[in-house]
């Protein structure tokens, strides 16, 4: 795919079909260490393990930005997708006026981490890159799309600053919501608890009470406590719940593993069993202020497991360990009661076909302010006290 010109200020553009052939102390000084999921050892096990890649509909085209010198000084996960699964923003309709009006969205272009609605920086930069690298990298990508007579490319769950810079360089701009849990300086679950309505705060117990009534196991593990049968067991539940809700998983057991061997003191895996027998697992990354729960396996009829082991025990953790917040994925309004609370995510999206181009503005110009209204109503919901209540 060709990669376009060279940018402005001496600054070179090239396209990698693997994020191996960057050097891993290069690309984390762009990307930081604050989100795994930019990070270069999160991106190659996705490719390592063939979670992404020849037939998946995700072929990594890693964009790298260079000075002068040749120090990389930008780059970004890229991938060219066949398809818009896994993406967590959904433009299926966008993809059907097209082809329905006798054009071609896919391919399309996406700036992401695959399979992670996880909120973070998608421009990775340099402390010391030159002003205007970011700008760059966003002409870059319009003009990659455009040589390449591309429909469109989509970054998402940027940062709200990128998401500003984006709309300054033209894209349009996408609002959608999450629902994330906040550290207010809690000393230990009862301590967060107290802070609830009084209602709340029992259904809460109650639920807590039918899980550890139940005689179910609970573990939380992580570091050197993640072993193999534990990311067979893992894998297994993933696997059957993606089959049941979804289809075909995106994670394959190779990544597990890898994830485990890599990365173990950046992983919670929290799993639940019932004698002998593996029942439930929550997958966690950790962060360096933030646990993001990110995949869910289950097996048979546990009430409120799933709150238990991927809300509750996160909560925990976070306020043992310190952590800021808990980012628990995408969707789920439920997620409300146990108390987390809606936050605004972001996407932009750049599109080479005018007509649908004009569409989709029209389309954001209606959604976004529903979205607004949406957040807003969802915050009404909190179980927090508000002042006077019990």
């Not at 000075?67 to 309709?93: I, N």
């Not at 071609?104 to 992401?112: A, E, G, N």
């Not at 360089?169 to 802070?195: C, I, P, S, V």
């Not at 890898?258 to 997958?283: I, Q, S």
């Amino acid at each position: 795919m060709s990669a376009g010109p060279d940018q402005p200020q001496t600054l070179s553009v090239a396209l990698v079909d693997r994020v191996a052939d960057v050097p891993p102390a290069d690309w984390d000084a762009c990307a930081g260490t604050a989100n795994p999921f930019v990070g270069h050892t999160f991106l190659r096990l996705l490719e390592e393990s063939g979670s992404v890649g020849e037939g998946t509909g995700w072929g990594p085209q890693h964009l790298t930005v260079r000075d002068a010198a040749g120090r990389l000084v930008g780059c970004a996960p890229l991938y060219v997708k066949t398809h818009s699964q896994g993406e967590y923003v959904f433009d299926h309709g966008w993809a059907n006026a097209l082809n329905q009006a006798g054009g071609r969205y896919y391919p399309k272009l996406q700036v992401s981490v695959p399979f992670t609605p996880v909120p973070g920086p998608r421009l990775l930069t340099h402390a010391q890159a030159p002003a205007g690298t970011r700008r760059a990298m966003m002409d870059a990508l319009a003009t990659i799309a455009r040589q390449n007579r591309l429909s469109s490319v989509h970054a998402t769950f940027t940062t709200a600053e990128e998401h500003e810079e984006f709309g300054e360089a033209g894209w349009l701009q996408r609002l959608g919501t999450q629902f994330h849990w906040e550290n207010r300086g809690y000393t230990d679950f009862d301590d967060f608890l107290a802070a609830f309505s009084s209602r709340k705060r029992k259904a809460v117990r109650k639920e807590r009470r039918e899980v550890a009534d139940s005689g179910l196991e609970i573990l939380s593990l992580t570091g050197p406590d993640l072993k193999p049968e534990h990311w067979d067991a893992f894998d297994k539940l993933y696997r059957a719940t993606s089959d049941r809700k979804w289809g075909s998983p995106y994670l394959t057991k190779r990544f597990f593993h890898l994830l485990g061997e890599a990365m173990p003191d950046k992983v919670l895996l929290v799993m639940a069993r019932d004698g002998g027998r593996w029942v439930g697992g929550a997958l966690n990354l950790i962060g360096a202020d933030t646990l993001y729960g990110r995949n869910w396996g289950g097996a048979g009829e546990y009430p409120y497991l799933h709150f238990e082991c991927c809300y509750y025990r996160a909560i925990e953790f976070a306020i043992e360990h310190g952590l800021k917040r808990v980012e628990a994925g995408a969707q789920g309004e439920h997620k409300i009661q146990r108390g987390y609370l809606p936050v605004p995510t972001y996407s932009a999206h750049y599109i080479t076909h005018p007509g649908l181009r004009r569409a989709v503005a029209d389309f954001l110009e209606r959604e976004t302010p529903a979205m607004e209204a949406t957040i807003q109503a969802y915050g009404e919901e909190s179980p927090y006290r508000k002042d006077g209540e019990g």
